[in-house]
């Protein structure tokens, strides 16, 4: 079953505006969540995180919403540069567990 | 560079064969993990280690895979009798360890069973 899901396999966003990646997740016992960016034959590089006991945390032109109650949390970037274009991955953890269960990503494109 | 390392990037290699792959993490984190990604999914966890200590294996890790940790630095994992069905990307990440650790990725091994 997959436990964190992102819907959207791509999003195409313009350059200077604002880009919003969704993700959802199952699990209640998740309390730790973390996006990713990844390049094409790279590995995953580690953006931003949150704890469950935030609902915001923000990290320059990047900032994470957590929504518990809807098991939901979205990456902004704002604004958005064509260096941003990748796939990005939402994480999450339990505080028992140290494995990350990611969802399948989203390819951001942003163009000119 | 102190990042997390993997050696090789690439290994292309017939069925049936061995293949062996290494990863060193950022020397101070005591946690290092495997994962496995496949075309259009997120990685999925294989195993990790507390220092030398494999501490949970998840049932993807078939009794052909094994993977150590002998000084609690340098990892291998091994794939042995390889199948198609192992072509993948091969991710290794090490933490600190701790609740909400941070895991860094090396770059992967990218396997291609032909």
């Known amino acids: 079953d997959q436990q964190v899901k992102q819907n959207s396999p791509s999003l195409s966003v313009q350059e200077g505006r604002i880009s919003i990646l969704n993700c959802d997740y199952t699990?209640?016992?998740?309390?730790?969540f973390l996006w990713y960016k990844k390049y094409p034959a790279e590995g995953p590089t580690f953006l931003i995180s949150?704890?469950?006991?935030?609902d915001k945390n923000e990290d320059g032109r990047f900032t994470v919403f957590l929504n518990k109650s809807a098991k939901h949390l979205s990456l902004h970037i704002v604004p958005s540069q064509p260096g941003d274009s990748a796939v990005y991955f939402c994480?999450?953890?339990?505080?028992?567990?140290?494995?990350?269960?990611f969802g399948t990503g989203t390819r951001l494109q942003v163009t000119l | 560079d102190t990042g997390v390392s993997q050696d090789p990037r690439h290994k292309i290699t017939k069925r049936g064969q061995n293949v062996t792959f290494r990863c060193d993490p950022i020397?101070?984190?005591?946690?290092l993990y495997w994962y496995r990604q496949t075309l259009g999914q997120g990685p999925e966890f294989l195993t990790y280690?507390?220092?030398?200590?494999?501490?949970?294996k998840s049932r993807l890790l078939s009794d052909r895979f094994s993977a150590e940790r002998p000084k609690g630095s340098f990892s291998t994992l091994e794939i042995q009798r390889t199948e198609q069905g192992d072509s993948a990307m091969y991710l290794c990440?090490?933490?600190?360890?701790?609740?909400?650790?941070?895991?860094?990725f090396g770059p992967g091994t990218r396997l291609l069973v032909l």
């Open positions: 020397s101070e984190h005591n946690r």
């Open positions: 949150i704890s469950s006991i935030k």
């Open positions: 990440a090490s933490s600190l360890g701790g609740l909400g650790e941070t895991q860094y």
């Open positions: 699990n209640s016992m998740f309390d730790y």
């Open positions: 280690f507390q220092n030398e200590a494999q501490l949970e």
């Open positions: 994480a999450a953890l339990t505080g028992t567990a140290s494995k990350l269960t």
